[in-house]
């Protein structure tokens, strides 16, 4: 099984069309947990919010970004790109190493 930083830099290269529900859990937890919370009766199964986000047009001004599943089972291409983004910013940011 492929750690969380093997799964981001490989995302990095070359973002798949799906990614399965655990996989994306384990790189966002790794990166992002200490801004996570699971949403709860909605889509939108996961919630980052941080101050540092709101400089960011995924999140608009609010600095929340949410990450609805697709079939309950997978997570689209278009949100593995965002967390790319989403990354890299904190990283830049001096928020996570």
């Given at each position: 099984?492929?750690?969380?930083?093997?799964?981001?830099?490989?995302?990095?290269?070359?973002?798949?069309?799906?990614?399965?529900?655990q996989?994306?859990?384990?790189?966002?937890?790794?990166?992002?947990?200490?801004?996570?919370?699971?949403?709860?009766?909605?889509?939108?199964?996961?919630?980052?919010?941080?101050?540092?986000?709101?400089?960011?047009?995924?999140?608009?001004?609010?600095?929340?970004?949410?990450?609805?599943?697709?079939?309950?089972?997978?997570?689209?291409?278009?949100?593995?790109?965002?967390?790319?983004?989403?990354?890299?910013h904190?990283?830049?940011?001096?928020?996570?190493?």
């Open positions: 099984m492929a750690s969380a930083e093997e799964l981001y830099r490989q995302w990095k290269r070359n973002p798949p069309t799906e990614v399965s529900r996989d994306f859990e384990k790189v966002l937890r790794h990166y992002l947990g200490d801004f996570l919370r699971e949403g709860s009766g909605s889509s939108h199964q996961y919630i980052v919010s941080h101050e540092a986000l709101k400089d960011l047009s995924v999140t608009r001004q609010f600095g929340i970004w949410t990450v609805p599943l697709h079939s309950g089972r997978t997570v689209k291409k278009w949100y593995v790109k965002q967390l790319i983004v989403i990354v890299e904190l990283r830049r940011e001096g928020v996570i190493p």
